[in-house]
């Protein structure tokens, strides 16, 4: 796989992440700043260390579920392993400037 597959794939993902929603927040995770790392390994092996703006989301497992499915179905992806993570702690400086604009932060 060469560098720019990978780069393009790794974009694809992302694009996917953005489909993917906490039920109680109308911002999709990526904006929110839920996805710390993204890692496309040579063999389509996909790890995701992703985190919760609470540790007991009441949706965490249907969020994870979600993630690994639609990952799963970007060309070059064979596999997706998603880890959920708490370190370092999620805070709202880590939304994107459109999600702050959306949830009335900014």
Do not use: H
């Not at 496309?40 to 690994?68: K, N, Q």
Request: with cysteine; hydrophobic share 40%.
């Amino acid at each position: 796989m060469t560098i720019q597959e990978k780069t393009d794939i790794e974009s694809r993902v992302v694009d996917v992440l953005r489909t993917v929603f906490d039920p109680e927040i109308p911002v999709n995770i990526y904006d929110l700043g839920l996805i710390y790392r993204i890692e496309l390994g040579e063999d389509g092996v996909l790890d995701i260390d992703m985190t919760f703006t609470a540790p007991s989301c009441p949706a965490a497992d249907f969020i994870l579920e979600d993630v690994r499915q639609k990952v799963e179905t970007v060309e070059g992806v064979t596999t997706a392993n998603v880890q959920m993570v708490f370190e370092p702690a999620w805070d709202q400086s880590m939304m994107s400037e459109e999600a702050r604009v959306e949830l009335g932060f900014d």
